[in-house]
Nanobody, 129 residues
Framework: QVKLVESGGGLVQAGGSLRLSCAAS????????MAWFRQAPGKEREFVAAITWSGGTTYYADSVKGRFTIARDNAKNSIYLQMNSLKSEDTALYYCAASLRPIRFLASWFSAESTYDYWGQGTQVTVSS
């Protein structure tokens, strides 16, 4: 069983930055691929970024490439999402997710909601224009 708790959300002006954190507990963390997803009001949840257990491979949605960076610290059982140059369209509830499935090194695998077995409750990010 894995428990995920997100933090770091808030209200920021367009062009600003935020750093989200996700703390994991409940089992061995350092061999689990993890990801960030987000859901804006009235929209479906969408993939943002993912990272392999070593941190050596990352994947990003086109909408956030060059602005967001995903990272992990296995010693702290945590992953992070550094968000820069925020836009109003980044406003959403951001979720952390973890997968227990055999890894497939495909962007489509990492970006699919069905890949992930555990989800946090989310942290709200609001970007004002």
């Amino acid at each position: 069983q894995v428990k995920l708790v997100e933090s770091g959300g808030g209200l920021v002006q367009a062009g600003g930055s935020l750093r989200l954190s996700c703390a994991a507990s409940g089992r061995t963390f350092n061999n689990i691929p993890m990801a960030w997803f987000r859901q804006a009001p009235g929209k479906e949840r969408e993939f943002v970024a993912a990272i392999t257990w070593s941190g050596g491979t990352t994947y990003y949605a086109d909408s956030v490439k060059g602005r967001f960076t995903i990272a992990r610290d296995n010693a702290k059982n945590s992953i992070y999402l550094q968000m820069n140059s925020l836009k109003s369209e980044d406003t959403a509830l951001y979720y952390c997710a973890a997968s227990l499935r055999p890894i497939r090194f495909l962007a489509s695998w990492f970006s699919a909601e069905s890949t992930y077995d555990y989800w946090g409750q989310g942290t709200q990010v609001t970007v004002s224009s």
